[in-house]
T-cell receptor, first 114, second 111 residues
Framework: GDSVTQMEGPVTLSEEAFLTINCTYT??????LFWYVQYPGEGLQLLLK?????DKGSNKGFEATYRKETTSFHLEKGSVQVSDSAVYFC?????????????FGTGTRLTIIP | SQTIHQWPATLVQPVGSPLSLECTVE??????LYWYRQAAGRGLQLLFY??????ISSEVPQNLSASRPQDRQFILSSKKLLLSDSGFYLC??????????FGNGTRLTVT
């Protein structure tokens, strides 16, 4: 079945550091790929997505490129801020009959130190 | 605008007690509805999804059940909670193949 593997956390960085959170997937067909973010005490919010190979999703300074050859969707940001502290989830969708069943990774907790 | 409400935000229940978590969606009709669970140290696991009133699909056999009595209402229940039911429960919705929108979640602790 479909699965998502993302780097284990927690990850602690200083403000303005470069961020990479690795994500690889296993899926049949051509899934869409997502990054969701969960701020403390809140539910998940969609951060960015890519629906086909070589697409780049971007939002709030974060980027991720859908790499079919390496089955990866790594999340990057050039200069992180304290407000980026959150848990980040990589996910893929198995489109099925009009609904979207997401398969999530285990999440990576990111803490940014001033 | 579309919004999703989930309550309660936190809940502490003894083993063997019943459970009812409620989720409602506003601003859209005939949404797909989902219940996810996030257990400690684990990723999000899809528990149930529904594409219409009275239509429930279960992804993981367990101690929980779901119901959809109205178009925009999704309820997660249990007759007798187990310690292993502790976790963070998230309701979500979408229309067609749009991205999921999540509620703020309910943190359930079974003691």
């Amino acid at each position: 079945g479909d699965s998502v593997t993302q780097m284990e956390g927690p990850v602690t960085l200083s403000e303005e550091a470069f961020l990479t959170i690795n994500c690889t997937y296993t899926a049949t067909g051509y899934p869409s790929l997502f990054w969701y973010v969960q701020y403390p005490g809140e539910g998940l919010q969609l951060l960015l997505k890519a629906t086909k190979a070589d697409d780049k999703g971007s939002n709030k300074g974060f980027e991720a490129t859908y790499r079919k050859e390496t089955t990866s969707f790594h999340l990057e940001k050039g200069s992180v801020q304290v407000s980026d502290s959150a848990v980040y989830f990589c996910a893929l969708s198995g489109h099925e009959l009009g609904n979207e069943k997401l398969t999530f990774g285990t999440g990576t907790r990111l803490t940014i130190i001033p | 605008s579309q919004t999703i409400h989930q309550w309660p935000a936190t809940l502490v229940q003894p083993v063997g007690s019943p459970l009812s978590l409620e989720c409602t969606v506003e601003g859209t009709s005939n949404p797909n509805l989902y219940w996810y669970r996030q257990a400690a140290g684990r990723g999000l696991q899809l528990l149930f999804y529904s594409v219409g009133i009275g239509q429930i699909s279960s992804e993981v056999p367990q101690n929980l059940s779901a119901s959809r009595p109205q178009d925009r209402q999704f309820i997660l229940s249990s007759k007798k909670l187990l310690l292993s039911d502790s976790g963070f429960y998230l309701c979500a919705y979408n229309r067609d193949n749009s991205p999921l929108h999540f509620g703020n979640g309910t943190r359930l602790t079974v003691t």
